[in-house]
T-cell receptor, first 114, second 111 residues
Framework: NAGVTQTPKFRVLKTGQSMTLLCAQD?????MYWYRQDPGMGLRLIHY???????AKGEVPDGYNVSRLKKQNFLLGLESAAPSQTSVYFC?????????????FGPGTRLLVL | LAKTTQPISMDSYEGQEVNITCSHN???????ITWYQQFPSQGPRFIIQ???TKVTNEVASLFIPADRKSSTLSLPRVSLSDTAVYYC????????????FGAGTQVVVTP
């Protein structure tokens, strides 16, 4: 099992450009999450999904959109990138089967917006 | 959701026990506590989770006092490979989208 994978690993954007980050999981997990990680601030939840076709806002959703068309994929979109969106983005997934709420994280995508 | 506060950094020597305390004064009845470990250029990795009292697994222990306003991650006999950032997370049992990570504690283990 590959677990949680993220594409791309690194990207440089100019202000105003758009891009999509792809997250894929092969564990048949129902829940998927997108976080951003900034120095000194830990991880902050952007959006999450509790199942195929459903999404919900997290703590910092502004400037981002998401889609969950397939159970195994969760896409994060930036329609018009801003320098404040320079960050490391992590995707995670979790199962509803276990009583322990464990999230499995991908390796991250480093985004630089100039 | 409960705001979480943890020390910015801690230093230790190999073989010692490391205890990291996370404060979550406003924790709700339904909230659980989880700790993650993160190495550079990697995603966080689950260490341990608890709701109340003490939980122990093969790598760590989690102590939660009766008032649940704090929790302490205990790493016994650390090695150099335990150098990492450790995050405390408080989450709502009934809502997978209600969760709050702490800012993380950088633990440095030296010989």
């Amino acid at each position: 099992n590959a677990g949680v994978t993220q594409t791309p690993k690194f990207r440089v954007l100019k202000t105003g450009q758009s891009m999509t980050l792809l997250c894929a999981q092969d564990m048949n997990h129902e829940y998927m999450y997108w976080y951003r990680q900034d120095p000194g601030m830990g991880l902050r939840l952007i959006h999450y999904s509790v199942g195929e076709g459903t999404t919900a806002k997290g703590e910092v959703p502004d400037g981002y959109n998401v889609s969950r068309l397939k159970k195994q994929n969760f896409l994060l979109g930036l329609e018009s990138a801003a320098p404040s969106q320079t960050s490391v983005y992590f995707c995670a997934s979790s199962s509803t089967d276990s009583s322990i709420k464990t999230q499995y994280f991908g390796p991250g995508t480093r985004l630089l917006v100039l | 959701l409960a705001k979480t506060t943890q020390p910015i950094s801690m230093d230790s020597y190999e073989g010692q026990e490391v205890n990291i305390t996370c404060s979550h004064n406003n924790i709700a009845t339904n909230d659980y506590i989880t700790w993650y470990q993160q190495f550079p250029s990697q995603g966080p990795r689950f260490i341990i989770q608890g709701y109340k009292t003490k939980v122990t697994n093969e790598v760590a222990s989690l102590f939660i006092p009766a008032d649940r306003k704090s929790s302490t991650l205990s790493l016994p006999r650390v090695s150099l490979s335990d150098t990492a950032v450790y995050y405390c997370l408080v989450g709502d049992t009934d809502s997978w989208g209600k969760l709050q990570f702490g800012a993380g504690t950088q633990v440095v283990v030296t010989p």
